[in-house]
């Protein structure tokens, strides 16, 4: 089970801005602000993602993170949320991973792809 993760930013301000707007969408909600960070908090898990600064010096390497949603309607409204500042990588519907994978995939502001999930859909 995930507890937390950290996404290293070059403009922390700006992707915790992004975040907090894209997260809301899947049950987080801001957490403690700290220098150089934010932190964001599922309170039905516990999981939290941090927004944090790149290491002095360093250019963050994009990734991938994804998150669970509980319906379709979930995963439309973090895809319209992320799109506000993010670029379209994949709009919301099945994919063929498995039987019931319905997802989307955004660009953040930075690179990272990320993504919203649901695996039990039956449309």
């Not at 801001?30 to 944090?52: H, L, M």
């Amino acid at each position: 089970m995930l507890d937390h993760l950290i996404i290293r930013a070059a403009d922390p301000a700006g992707m915790a801005a992004y975040y907090e707007r894209m997260l809301a969408t899947v049950g987080y909600r801001k957490g403690v602000e700290y220098p150089g960070g934010t932190q964001f908090v599922d309170d039905e898990t516990g999981d939290a993602v941090r927004i944090s600064a790149a290491k002095e010096g360093t250019v963050p390497t994009p990734s991938h993170y994804a998150w669970r949603a509980k319906t379709t309607d979930d995963v439309q409204a973090f895809y319209d949320a992320a799109l506000d500042g993010g670029t379209d990588n994949g709009a919301p519907g099945p994919r063929d991973y498995h039987p019931g994978y319905y997802a989307c995939f955004v660009l953040d502001p930075e690179g990272n792809n990320i993504e919203a999930v649901l695996h039990d859909y039956e449309g």
